[in-house]
């Protein structure tokens, strides 16, 4: 348990006490492995519904995209109280027109937001997926936008399903419209916070797969509007892509993770430069930090996230 190999000077005892004063901000621990949670529909984890508020501008949604702004209630983890509750608003919107139109999620911070926008790229369970919601929450919840596109068309992989079925999903999921719909995405990003002079520079923060399409993006991106990236347990990653990113990347993974070979990422890091730091958890396996399963799972997802949190806090939120 805990943070045993890293490329950083961080130490896993600093982590931990950073952990422990992250909890002054009403938001708890994941405490996961203590829920049940169903996938299959729309909306997210437990029985604890957080009234979000939806009454917002939305002073250009509509020059960019065709944008549906949904009143529906979205749901968070048990344990949260109605002052945290108000603090994000989540709004349903639809970005892009005709058949190329891709659904998202956007989470934004009410109070003491700075202004700067955040791409969220799913695991192979979706946008929807209750954990996947949940981190967008708890990272809006610290001052940010977080945007959250559906890169499946409605069509993620189902949790539960057999094993050997996931190639035969896999290849219905065309890696260039994927790319694509994270391209429209990512152009709404800088639409609305970039262009509109909110922001200098956006982020990108990815899940297994999304994890491992951070470093396509910003290796297609070359600096030019996201400043930092944090893959999480990236999947799927091509090597020679790590070479052409230009900012700095935070890679967190676990030791135990048979997906995500250790030397791998620490080659991308090597590649990539610029300050990439390298966060390894020994124990942990795929998906611990944004879907843990165990107290052990737990503690180390709340280390991950403080981390998550400072490295986005010195690389956008200070410069921005």
Known sequence: MGLSVTTTNVSAPALIAASSASRSLGRPLYHHHRSSVSVSPPPILSSRICKLNFKISLPSFMKNAVCRVSGSQ??????????????????????????????????????????????????????????????????????????????????????????????????????????????MAAKWLVDEFIAAGVTEKLGIVGFCYGGGRVIDVLAKDQGAHFGTGVSFYGTRINPSAAADVKVPVLLISGNNDPLCPVNLFK??????????????????????????????????????????????????????
């Open 74 to 183: 979205v749901k968070v983890e048990d344990g949260i109280d109605d002052e945290s509750c108000e603090l994000v608003n989540g709004i349903e919107l639809s970005i892009g027109e005709g058949a190329d139109t891709i659904d998202a999620y956007l989470f934004k911070a009410v109070k003491n937001n700075n202004g700067t926008g955040i791409l969220l790229l799913s695991d192979v369970l979706g946008f929807q997926e209750s954990s996947t919601k949940d981190f967008a929450y708890r990272i809006a919840c610290n001052g940010y936008n977080v945007l959250v596109p559906d890169l499946f068309r409605g069509n993620p992989w189902v949790k539960h399903q057999p094993k050997d079925m996931f190639q035969q999903w896999l290849a219905t999921q065309d890696p260039q419209r994927v790319a694509q719909d994270i391209d």
């Open 267 to 320: 080659d991308i890091e090597k590649s990539i430069g610029k300050g990439s730091r390298l966060l390894v958890f020994e124990g942990r396996g795929h998906a611990f930090a944004h879907r843990p399963e165990s107290p052990e799972d737990d503690e180390d997802a709340e280390q991950a996230f403080t981390v998550v949190r400072s490295w986005l806090q010195e690389r956008l939120a200070v410069n921005n």
